[in-house]
């Protein structure tokens, strides 16, 4: 590890780095990379066993391996970026928070990205804080001439960020209600947005809202499902699962 910065309260940003990231290339926006981190308390990083359908160090026990949004790779320093959502009781969160220079990780990946197809007459992005990183890769890549609007859901509203610029962008944020259930605001905001003909839709969040998106898009508004890219990243009250930034 190379280091980390605080981006906001609730976002951090690690850097990894070193010769074994010589040939790391992402290709495509809305990438994913995965972290193998050592065990809570300890700095040092034991590798898994692939054991036929999971992963599991010496003793038995599952590593910890959290998904992650490269946010920037740098291939002449050997470097790579991601950013990390600050929550009580996530495993990465108090990694990320802990974490100095010289620390190991283990990276694999990239795995798949969303191909942006040039011809599209205009975009919706969304997102909630978990797809910042992702939301910020998508809108950097969209054609400059496509209409663009982008909703992001935040449990926090200091957790807002500076997004790529794009010259027909719209970009809103929505504060979730403490009460609601995370992705309640990013749904209903879809439900309500105009989604017009041709419109190709990127979402990505909490599991069980991107279900009802997709459902909506699908049942509701009759888009093919080449038109939506569509990604559950973490599920509620589950721990483990998720994608952290």
């Excluded at 190991?104 to 990205?113: C, K, L």
């Amino acid at each position: 590890m190379r280091g980390t910065e605080a981006l906001t309260p609730w976002m951090v940003r690690v850097t990894l780095g070193g010769p074994e990231m010589e040939g790391f290339v992402v290709d495509e926006p809305a990438a994913s990379v995965r972290l193998l981190l050592p065990l809570l308390g300890s700095t040092e990083l034991v590798m898994p066993a692939w054991k036929g359908n999971e992963f599991l160090l010496p003793d038995g026990s599952r590593p910890i391996i959290r998904t992650f949004t490269p946010r920037r790779v740098d291939v002449v320093a050997l470097q790579l970026d991601v950013d990390v959502v600050v929550h009580e009781g996530g495993v990465a969160s108090q990694w990320a928070v802990a974490a100095s220079a010289g620390d190991p990780a283990a990276v694999s990946g990239p795995g798949r990205g969303y191909a942006v197809d040039a011809d599209t007459p205009s975009f919706l992005v969304a997102g909630d804080e978990t797809a910042i990183p992702a939301v910020g890769q998508v809108l950097d890549a969209l054609p400059a001439q496509a209409p663009v609007r982008v909703l992001v859901e935040l449990a926090h509203p200091d957790a807002r960020t500076d997004l790529p610029a794009h010259p027909h962008a719209a970009v809103e944020w929505l504060d979730r209600p403490r009460a609601s259930a995370p992705g309640a605001a990013l749904v209903a905001a879809i439900r309500e947005a105009d989604v017009e003909s041709g419109c190709r839709v990127w979402a990505a969040g909490e599991a069980a809202a991107m279900q009802a998106i997709r459902r909506h898009l699908l049942d509701d508004r009759s888009l093919a499902r080449s038109q939506m890219t569509v990604r559950g990243y973490w599920k509620h009250g589950r721990a483990g699962a998720t994608v952290d930034g």
